[in-house]
């Protein structure tokens, strides 16, 4: 197999389903990185290398909408020690500002070595000369150096979800000299923001001695690495026409209904990750009503919950946190039938989300850290007729581009309070003016134009 386009990514862009029969098959997983990138790899005999989810036997590649799809077996280990351990408990705390403390395990980075080394041979296998290929986020840092070594011949990208954090916090990680050598395999390593790009440019400086000049490496061999920012986005077309959808409208009526017909409605919807800020959202929340600025009749929270990473300590921890402090929160301020947070720990389809930014009067998105931070545009995209306030934190990608947004410092909780009863209160002009101006900046930056020029600066090289 040859392919000319590679994607190499923690996941397949699949989900194993099991039919009523006990047969099983593949259906694609639900995100706009799989819907971007789909019709580009569709083009050009692509191939995506992916681990199943599953603990799993070696699996031959096999085809599924139009591309090559090639399976990495992770054994019960590896999964606990490579995922789990080294890219959700030690990497993911670290790069996110150290909300978390992360773990340092030794026996971790041998299996994060181990499974990089795995992808990037899988890579090597099945991409055609010259080809290009492009590495997908923290789990596969190792992955662009190996793969270049392996295959010299290949034009390698890497694109990192997440924040790339600020020197002196990656500096504590063991092995920061390894994972830097692993990115400058790359001929072009991509960040959500200009901070991050700037801060590995910095960290390569200090740490491997290269010399460097604006977004540029030069390595001792003479060639260029290159570290530049590219905001990922949404489908937006996608959410605008499910947000138009009749049942979508119809369902985010009776959603209001159900929720008694409150006058406002406000939403978060969040993995559940102690990133996202939920726990200090729902006491600003609680804390309006204790204060008087408004009542349960008045208002209601709709939190959303996916279930996310549920085996790594620190999120069962949290979880109990936050599902005390709701019951709390109802117990104290609830009447009968009418409790002013309905937390749904639970994952929804796609257009029961739409539903729900439909039926939302104020989004409010409050992480410590985030990457980008696509549920701010998802909001934004469904509100095809202007209405609607976005309460977001100034620590989340997407603040730079929705400038209009209520924006807030997720640390400081009267500073919170203030944001979200100014959007509570504010007219419908002022919420129209910021939304329409909102809407304008998502729909000129969608994610398919983010993957068209991420591969066009690649192929420039
Ligand atoms: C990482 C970075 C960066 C959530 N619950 C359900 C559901 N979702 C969807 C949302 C949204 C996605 O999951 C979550 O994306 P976020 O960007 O909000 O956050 P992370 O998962 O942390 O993503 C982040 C992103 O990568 C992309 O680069 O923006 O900063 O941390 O699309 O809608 N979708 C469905 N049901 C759910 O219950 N269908």
Redesign the pocket.
């Given at each position: 197999m040859s392919a000319d386009l590679v994607v190499v990514a923690n996941r397949l862009p699949v989900d194993r389903v099991v039919a009523d029969d006990g047969s099983t098959g593949w259906r694609r997983s639900?995100?706009?990185l799989v819907s971007a990138l789909l019709p580009v790899m569709q083009a050009n005999h692509g191939a995506w290398i992916g681990w199943t989810g599953g603990h799993d036997r070696e699996m031959d590649p096999f085809e599924e909408e139009g591309i090559t799809l090639v399976p990495v077996a992770l054994s019960a280990t590896e999964v606990e020690e490579y995922y789990e351990g080294f890219s959700n408990d030690t990497l993911w705390p670290l790069y996110h500002d150290l909300v978390a403390k992360p773990s340092f395990h030794r026996e971790w980075w041998e299996a994060y070595q181990r499974v990089n080394q795995r992808f990037a041979e899988k890579a090597a296998e099945v991409a055609a000369q010259g080809a290009t290929v492009w590495v997908q986020d923290y789990q596969l840092q190792l992955v662009p150096a190996i793969l270049r070594t392996l295959r010299p011949d290949l034009k390698i990208g890497f694109y990192l979800?997440?924040p790339f954090p600020p020197t002196e916090l990656f500096s504590q990680l063991p092995w920061r000299r390894e994972l830097l050598e692993g990115l400058l395999g790359a001929d072009l390593v991509g960040f959500q923001m200009p901070g991050g790009a700037a801060n590995f440019v910095r960290l390569v400086k200090q740490r491997v001695g290269h010399r460097t000049h604006r977004d540029r490496v030069q390595l001792p061999d003479g060639r260029i690495v290159r570290a530049q920012a590219f905001p990922?986005s949404i489908d937006t077309q996608r959410y605008e026409s499910l947000a138009r959808d009749e049942a979508v409208v119809s369902r985010a009526q009776e959603i209001r209904e159900q929720l008694g017909n409150p006058a406002t409605v406000f939403l978060g919807?969040d993995?559940l990750?102690y990133t996202k800020g939920i726990y200090a959202r729902l006491r600003a929340f609680s804390e309006l009503i204790h204060d008087g600025e408004f009542s349960v009749e008045d208002a209601v929270f709709v939190q959303?919950a996916?279930p996310s990473r549920e085996r790594v300590d620190q999120y069962r921890q949290m979880r109990d946190e936050i599902e005390r402090l709701v019951g709390r929160i109802n117990g104290d301020l609830g009447r009968l039938g009418r409790p002013p947070i309905s937390y749904l720990h639970s994952?929804?389809?796609?257009e029961e989300?739409a539903a729900l930014y439909r039926a939302a009067d104020v989004m409010v998105v409050t992480p410590f850290r985030?990457?980008?931070?696509?549920?701010a545009k998802?909001y934004v995209a469904c509100r095809t007729d202007n209405t609607g306030a976005l309460v977001l934190s100034e620590f989340a990608?997407a603040a730079a581009e929705l400038r209009q947004a209520y924006l807030v410092n997720p640390y400081d909780i009267n500073g919170m309070k203030a944001q979200m009863l100014a959007a509570y209160h504010a007219s419908a002009a002022e919420r129209t003016k910021r939304m329409r101006a909102m809407r304008r900046t998502i729909s000129q930056h969608d994610v398919a134009r983010w993957a068209s020029s991420f591969l066009r600066a690649l192929k420039a090289y």
């Amino acid at each position: 197999m040859s392919a000319d386009l590679v994607v190499v990514a923690n996941r397949l862009p699949v989900d194993r389903v099991v039919a009523d029969d006990g047969s099983t098959g593949w259906r694609r997983s639900p995100g706009g990185l799989v819907s971007a990138l789909l019709p580009v790899m569709q083009a050009n005999h692509g191939a995506w290398i992916g681990w199943t989810g599953g603990h799993d036997r070696e699996m031959d590649p096999f085809e599924e909408e139009g591309i090559t799809l090639v399976p990495v077996a992770l054994s019960a280990t590896e999964v606990e020690e490579y995922y789990e351990g080294f890219s959700n408990d030690t990497l993911w705390p670290l790069y996110h500002d150290l909300v978390a403390k992360p773990s340092f395990h030794r026996e971790w980075w041998e299996a994060y070595q181990r499974v990089n080394q795995r992808f990037a041979e899988k890579a090597a296998e099945v991409a055609a000369q010259g080809a290009t290929v492009w590495v997908q986020d923290y789990q596969l840092q190792l992955v662009p150096a190996i793969l270049r070594t392996l295959r010299p011949d290949l034009k390698i990208g890497f694109y990192l979800h997440i924040p790339f954090p600020p020197t002196e916090l990656f500096s504590q990680l063991p092995w920061r000299r390894e994972l830097l050598e692993g990115l400058l395999g790359a001929d072009l390593v991509g960040f959500q923001m200009p901070g991050g790009a700037a801060n590995f440019v910095r960290l390569v400086k200090q740490r491997v001695g290269h010399r460097t000049h604006r977004d540029r490496v030069q390595l001792p061999d003479g060639r260029i690495v290159r570290a530049q920012a590219f905001p990922i986005s949404i489908d937006t077309q996608r959410y605008e026409s499910l947000a138009r959808d009749e049942a979508v409208v119809s369902r985010a009526q009776e959603i209001r209904e159900q929720l008694g017909n409150p006058a406002t409605v406000f939403l978060g919807i969040d993995r559940l990750d102690y990133t996202k800020g939920i726990y200090a959202r729902l006491r600003a929340f609680s804390e309006l009503i204790h204060d008087g600025e408004f009542s349960v009749e008045d208002a209601v929270f709709v939190q959303v919950a996916t279930p996310s990473r549920e085996r790594v300590d620190q999120y069962r921890q949290m979880r109990d946190e936050i599902e005390r402090l709701v019951g709390r929160i109802n117990g104290d301020l609830g009447r009968l039938g009418r409790p002013p947070i309905s937390y749904l720990h639970s994952s929804y389809p796609i257009e029961e989300m739409a539903a729900l930014y439909r039926a939302a009067d104020v989004m409010v998105v409050t992480p410590f850290r985030d990457g980008m931070n696509l549920v701010a545009k998802e909001y934004v995209a469904c509100r095809t007729d202007n209405t609607g306030a976005l309460v977001l934190s100034e620590f989340a990608g997407a603040a730079a581009e929705l400038r209009q947004a209520y924006l807030v410092n997720p640390y400081d909780i009267n500073g919170m309070k203030a944001q979200m009863l100014a959007a509570y209160h504010a007219s419908a002009a002022e919420r129209t003016k910021r939304m329409r101006a909102m809407r304008r900046t998502i729909s000129q930056h969608d994610v398919a134009r983010w993957a068209s020029s991420f591969l066009r600066a690649l192929k420039a090289y």
